[in-house]
């Protein structure tokens, strides 16, 4: 079954995914693997799938039986778990942590798909439920349509933003670091030219014996960055350590981190009649943290495997899927965006980073729990209750607020990487 005529004599493809980032790569690895019968193609804007991005993760994000999804790629990983500081103390916690540079990403996609099955530099102009018409005109029809491009934002929608840039070092000698630092919070509080003060912190990867990748990230009302403002905070650490060497790679971002607002109302703006929605751009995405790698993973192979049971399945009620995959993922983050407004509604943003610290202070699995989205209701009371990290009055008021309104105005970069 089609949603729309097809031409004859053009070729009808099972599945176009437009855009090539970590959700349609997976999603096309995933269809690859457990619906070899469908015929798919993933159309990609850039040179290579992935874009230029680093994913990390902790082991326990992605569930036991969906882990093989990513088992081919080579990921960074550490066994021995990971610290954190804060002004106050620190820790090392036990959970393993993973992480996948987009490069290998691409490289092994690219590996194990079929040639035909990928299209780079190919731009999508347009979208609707019979296929895809490219920048050049062309027009490429399918039974199904998943539009995978970036998150879009939305004045529907609540929250701030959380804004980074990472240095890859080869060092001189070998660094010493044995396993991740996570979140070092211990670094000043204010955030760069125009984001005025906001919670930060330098996560620190140590790729290898002599190779470190460090990030400079903090949480900010706007989405706006100084390049080089970062670029040297990300030198004065790795100063401040000892690591003397070259960048061999650098890469930056704003993400979003949702807080509220009306989802039905955002996904509309988006939507397109019987075009499937996935990716940050279809709402699958952590509302704190902005990880997105365990919804990604989950998706690809929830869709996979829906069209290896139900190959006739049209592309209408492929859209339903992922929409009620969405509003079912909404609602089970809620206490997420609730959290989201106590950071940025509540705390003062010079001192944000005390609602981090009474967070990571607390014991057992609850933190692996969180950065999962399956935290329990032990886990939820346990985080709330104590010593409140921000003034009651104020907590109050987020906890009843709709959230600041989400900053729509174009992405400022300035001096980009």
Known sequence: ????????????????????????????????????????????????????????????????????????????????????????????????????????????????????????????????????????????????????????SSKALAGGWQVFLGQHFKCEKPHGLTRPVIMDASVDQVAPHGNGEAYRFVYVLPLSEDEVFIED??????????????????????????????VIDQEAGILPVISGGNFAAALAEVAIPGVALAGARGGFSHPLTSYTIPFAVSNALAIAQLL???????????????????????????????????????????????????????????????YAGRSTWPDRLRILTGKPPVAIPRAIRALFSSGKPLDTKPLNMETPA
């Open 308 to 370: 290896a049971r139900r190959p006739e399945l049209s592309g209408s009620e492929l859209a339903a899927f992922c929409k009620r995959r969405a509003r079912r993922h909404w609602r089970a983050t809620a206490y997420y965006r609730m959290l989201s407004r106590m950071l940025f509604e509540a705390a003062e943003p010079g001192k944000r980073v005390i609602v981090f610290e009474h967070f990571y202070a607390l014991k057992g699995n609850l933190v692996e729990r969180f």
């Open 1 to 152: 079954m089609v949603d729309s005529p097809h031409t004859p004599g053009t070729p009808l493809h099972d599945v176009i995914i437009v855009g090539g980032g970590l959700a349609g790569g997976l999603i096309a690895l995933a269809l690859h693997r457990h619906a070899p019968d469908c015929r798919f193609v993933v159309v990609e804007a850039g040179r290579t799938l992935g874009g230029h991005h680093r994913w990390s993760w902790f082991e326990t994000d992605i569930p036991e039986g969906e882990r093989s999804l990513v088992a081919g790629f080579h990921l960074n990983g550490w066994d021995e778990g990971y610290d954190i500081t804060f002004p106050a103390y620190g820790r090392t916690l036990p959970t393993a942590y993973r992480s996948l540079a987009s490069a290998e990403f691409h490289r092994a996609l690219m590996a194990e798909l079929p040639p035909q099955n990928v299209m780079l530099e190919t731009k999508a102009a347009a979208l609707d439920a019979g296929g895809v018409t490219l920048a050049d005109g062309t027009r490429m029809a399918a039974r199904r349509v998943i539009d995978c491009r970036p998150f879009k």
């Open 217 to 246: 990230t903090y949480y900010a009302d706007q989405p706006k960055m100084d390049a080089e403002v970062l670029k040297g905070r990300v030198a004065e650490y790795a100063h401040r350590n000892g690591w003397k060497g070259e």
